[in-house]
């Protein structure tokens, strides 16, 4: 089954830009999508159709693919961007989560 | 204004059915490129997919979890029922409805989740 792997966990400095990757096979060739959680609070989209950032969400973030590997850019870090990171892409009718990249901002 | 809420018991014994309804608001289920698709997040766990229905009645299905799996949807009521069956223990999460776009055949996204709904299955 298809599977997508995702760095446990990331630290940044305020103001710093933070890096989080998502490796999958061919994964530069799929839709990929990412969500953000806090604790207690359901997901949200913040990148979809691997670049496409929804009108609420901030310019800081960033999306991008190439290869095997798709990575979320967040410009800028600040505190309120600390939170799990999910990646989520489609392989046969069935959409896989990553296990998620703890960022956290210090 | 796009809205969705989970409803159904917070409590669960081993090998019954769950039922949990999802209702929502704010878009209809008939619109083209529309879906609702059912996710669920055991604690401290990432999320696992369900299932979806589409805008023409086209349902999916988790691989490993299709035999206990059924999801409808009641169109008068702006409703999507999702059954799972044979409950266990390790079927403890928070179970949460979404809006899904899909704009193409392999492409499709989350823009609108429920609250969440925690369901324990315990005897």
């Known amino acids: 089954s298809y599977e997508l792997t995702q760095t446990p966990s990331v630290s940044v400095s305020p103001g710093q830009t933070a890096s989080i990757t998502c490796s999958g096979t061919k994964l530069g060739d799929k839709s990929v999508s990412w969500y953000h959680q806090t604790p207690g609070q359901s997901p949200v989209l913040v990148i979809y159709?691997?670049?496409r950032r929804p009108s609420a969400i901030p310019a800081r973030f960033s999306g991008s693919s190439s290869g095997n590997t798709a990575t979320l850019t967040i410009s800028g870090t600040q505190a309120l961007d600390e939170a799990d990171f999910y990646c989520?892409?489609?392989?046969?009718?069935?959409?896989?989560f990553g296990g998620g990249t703890k960022l956290t901002v210090l | 204004q796009v809205t969705l809420r989970e409803s159904g018991p917070a409590l669960i014994k081993p090998r019954q059915t769950l039922t949990l309804t999802c209702s929502f608001s704010?878009?209809?289920?008939?619109?083209?490129?529309?879906?609702v698709t059912w996710i669920r997040q055991p604690p401290g766990k990432a999320p696992e997919w369900l299932a979806r229905?589409?805008?023409?009645?086209?349902?999916y299905y988790n691989t490993s979890l299709k035999t206990r799996l059924s999801i409808s949807e009641d169109t008068s009521n702006s409703q999507v029922v999702l059954t799972m069956a044979n409950m266990d223990t390790v079927d403890t999460a928070t179970y949460y409805c979404?809006?899904?776009?899909?704009?193409?055949?392999?492409?499709?996204?989350?823009?609108?989740w429920g609250q969440g709904i925690l369901v324990t299955v315990s005897s």
């Open positions: 229905i589409d805008w023409d009645d086209a349902k």
């Open positions: 979404a809006r899904t776009t899909r704009p193409g055949p392999a492409a499709a996204y989350f823009d609108y």
């Open positions: 704010g878009f209809s289920l008939r619109t083209n490129g529309l879906c």
């Open positions: 989520q892409a489609w392989d046969n009718d069935n959409a896989i």
């Open positions: 159709e691997t670049f």
